[in-house]
């Protein structure tokens, strides 16, 4: 099966289960990759006319075009249809294996300080989807859970938020998804300074129900919400890196990083690690003194006692006279 089956002819088909299966938001993920990059690079190939010094080749002149987040996630995707097809019983040798991938560079996190944070919060007051925004600070959501959120999700006495589902939006469709993983269905609790100002917002707007963001969807909510912050000049870093600052000053706040992991919706507790495991500059100099104190002494006499002669404490500078 697939012998003389064409790359285009095997991704309908594998196209086609993948709908199936898996979340509209990421099958267009794949097509769009597939589309521009896999199919008129290897469309009109068969899997037997395809080698491996080809792909790597392939990936090669992708990375610099595309970067290595861009060139992995093509190959990524020639590599499932062909073992999809192998799977599905092509007799084949696979020409996706041992590809060698450009390391990606972890790209620093844009986020927040706890001051210019507090602006932007600041800056929102009375804005539509102030409420949104303050959810996003305060909780630290993915914003397709966030654009779920109704207002019966938050329980007034206790401020306890449940995150059950997701809003996603793709060219054409918006659609309500599960959460991403098994962990991410969770219950979180908003600060005081949340609860207090959300509920004033629900009983000025007449104790609605339903969705927080009405039927608005979620492109334009994100879209209305940085328009707000770019036009008054208010710090903005994003939906996406407003969880990012929300985890990083969690941790800074002194939040056990598993506890911020958990409720993240984290799955594995290495990605909290991987992204916000950066202590600072102080923390590092604190255990330098410490291990210094323990090991080798306070300072460099301390260390070198009794084999190099003490040396004279440095001294300042002279001042120069000044020129007349």
């Given at each position: 099966m697939y012998e003389l089956s064409t790359i285009t002819e095997i991704c309908n088909d594998y196209l086609t289960e993948k709908r199936e299966r898996r979340k509209p938001d990421t099958?267009?993920?794949y097509e769009s990759s597939i589309n521009r990059h896999v199919?008129?690079?290897?469309?009109?190939?068969?899997?037997?006319?395809?080698?491996?010094?080809?792909?790597q080749a392939w990936v090669d002149e992708l990375t610099p075009l595309r970067g290595p987040s861009g060139a992995e996630k093509a190959y990524k995707c020639l590599r499932q249809i062909i073992r999809w097809a192998i799977d599905e019983g092509l007799e084949a040798i696979d020409p996706t294996r041992r590809i060698e991938i450009t390391q990606k560079p972890q790209e620093p996190l844009n986020t927040l300080t706890q001051r210019r944070l507090k602006k932007l919060i600041r800056g929102f007051v009375g804005h539509l989807f102030e409420p949104t925004l303050i959810l996003?600070?305060?909780?630290?959501?993915?914003p397709s859970e966030n654009y779920y959120l109704s207002w019966e999700s938050i329980d007034w006495r206790t401020g306890a938020v449940e995150i059950?589902?997701?809003?996603?939006?793709?060219?054409?469709?918006?659609?309500?998804?599960?959460?991403?993983?098994?962990k991410s269905t969770r219950t979180l609790?908003?600060?005081?300074?949340?609860?207090?100002?959300?509920?004033?917002?629900?009983?000025?707007?007449?104790?609605?129900?339903?969705?927080?963001?009405?039927?608005?969807?979620?492109?334009r909510v994100a879209w209305a919400i940085k328009l707000h912050a770019i036009k008054n000049r208010l710090p903005w870093v994003g939906m996406r890196n407003l969880r990012?600052?929300?985890?990083?000053?969690?941790?800074?706040?002194?939040?056990?990083?598993?506890?911020?992991?958990e409720m993240m919706g984290h799955s594995n507790i290495q990605t909290c690690y991987r992204y916000y495991m950066e202590i600072t500059a102080a923390t590092k100099r604190r255990v330098q003194r410490r291990l210094a104190r323990l090991v080798l002494g306070?300072?460099?006499?301390?260390m070198y006692k009794g084999i190099i002669p003490p040396q004279p404490a440095p001294q300042p500078a002279r001042e120069l006279p000044m020129a007349a």
């Open positions: 099958v267009y993920g199919l008129p690079r290897w469309g009109a190939l068969r899997v037997s006319e395809i080698t491996r010094k080809d792909v996003q600070s305060a909780l630290g959501l993915r059950k589902g997701a809003l996603l939006q793709i060219p054409g469709l918006v659609y309500e998804s599960t959460t991403k993983t098994r609790y908003l600060p005081q300074w949340a609860i207090d100002r959300l509920h004033t917002i629900w009983v000025e707007r007449g104790r609605p129900k339903g969705r927080i963001i009405g039927n608005a969807k979620p492109m990012h600052t929300w985890a990083t000053l969690a941790i800074k706040a002194g939040a056990a990083i598993e506890h911020v992991a306070k300072s460099c006499d301390d």
